[in-house]
């Protein structure tokens, strides 16, 4: 890479992303319905068995960093980062549900429905520990993923209708996650990221080889592990619609719809002890000189476990809050034709969420504040 990753440009494969990703997904599900008088009753059961065999290693072949041109002329880089170890890892992740519910007819215009499930995903143990850090030794499997839902649907008037409804819904994680905490441990994998002019740094263009086989605790590098007290991320969803029959083949309704997200992953450096106030000087782009600036920063300062560099924790206290407003109008089949138009009115807050499996981004850039 050549210049920043905004600006500058580069060559060559993904720097983070795994080159293969391959599932084989074995499913057992059946569900039971009976009906006894204004009941309908529903329990279903679901047994998955998933196998990933990923290759995730992150700059598995080197990856030069210069700031410029000339310095990549010069050979001069800032940064040569490489990661040594098992390339390829298999994941193996038993996932278990089973559900209840029951519709009753309250009355002639009154429907009610109520359901419970429970969700356990087994998570893949890590094979090696790093004895420079016992938390790589375990991740914790949350047990107690039930999740209820209710939903009510009312016809207070002849051609009107009013649904309501709330539900939990758990979120298993992608097994990707699962196996990076696993492997990305500084015994079977390790990242090394070394300066231009540092004791053992390469000159360019080399690569150091990739060593499949485990190896011993490497100082400098950079781990993954789970946060001791991991639990599902999970979303609460509730909704309020009502709709109106205007003419014998067109209806409108509004609705309102909120989704909160609790418990969601983020990524974050826990290898940092509290920053320290550092004077620096701003420029404009014409470099003159706006005065001195106060920021916290960590640079120059100690780790609280010095044999490593990042920590990279996945933690699970993130969350988020979505609100939409929406119109609907629509018409009926009529002549092999259906219209249907809609608007919505949102917003969306959330603190730090680690989008799906993305691994090495988004961690905070103070974690104290």
């Known amino acids: 890479r050549i210049g920043s990753r905004n600006s500058g440009f580069s060559f060559g494969g993904s720097e983070l992303f795994g080159r ?28 998955q068995r998933l196998a990933d065999t990923v290759s995730t290693l992150p700059f598995a072949s080197g990856a030069y960093q210069f700031n410029s041109l000339r310095e990549f002329a010069n050979a001069r880089y800032q940064m040569y980062t490489q990661a040594i170890g098992l390339e390829e890892d298999r994941v193996v992740s038993p996932y278990y549900s089973f559900f209840v519910q029951d519709e009753i007819q309250v009355l002639s215009n009154l429907t009610l429905n109520m359901g419970l ?33 209710i939903g009510v649907a009312w016809s207070p008037l002849e051609k009107t209708v009013v649904r309501m409804g709330y539900g939990i819904y758990c979120a298993p994680l992608p097994l990707q996650v699962n196996s990076v905490a696993r492997t990305d441990n500084g015994v079977f994998r390790a990242l090394q990221e070394l300066r231009f002019g540092m004791p053992g740094a390469p000159v360019y263009p080399a690569t150091f080889p990739v060593n499949p086989t485990p190896q011993v605790p490497r100082s400098g590098s950079d781990i993954i592990v789970f946060s001791p007290d991991y ?89 988020s809050i979505y609100h939409a407003f929406y119109l609907q109008a629509s018409t009926r089949y009529a002549r092999g034709l259906q219209l249907m138009a809609n608007y919505t009115f949102s917003k969306l807050i959330d603190y730090e969420q680690a989008p799906g499996n993305q691994i090495n981004c988004c961690t905070s850039d103070n974690p104290f504040d």
């Open 117 to 149: 499930r429970y969700e356990l995903q087994d998570l893949d143990q890590p094979l090696l520990t790093n004895p420079e850090f016992p938390q790589t030794a375990f991740i914790r499997n949350d047990k107690n993923n039930v999740a209820p839902r």
């Open 20 to 47: 293969a990703l391959d599932e084989h997904r074995l499913q057992w599900a059946d569900t039971l319905s009976f009906q006894s008088g204004r009941h309908v009753f529903k329990a279903g059961l679901d047994i």
């Open 231 to 319: 639990a599902s991320p999970y979303i609460q969803q509730g909704s309020l619609e009502i709709e109106r029959q205007i003419l014998p083949n067109f209806t409108l309704g509004a609705g309102w719809l909120v989704s909160k997200g609790t418990r969601l992953r983020r990524n974050e450096n826990v290898n940092l002890f509290p920053p320290s106030p550092a004077t620096v000087q701003i420029r404009d782009t014409s470099r003159n000189f706006s005065g001195p600036v106060t920021i916290q920063s960590f640079q120059g300062a100690p780790r609280p476990y010095p044999f490593f560099d990042r920590i990279n924790e996945f933690k699970f206290d993130s969350n």
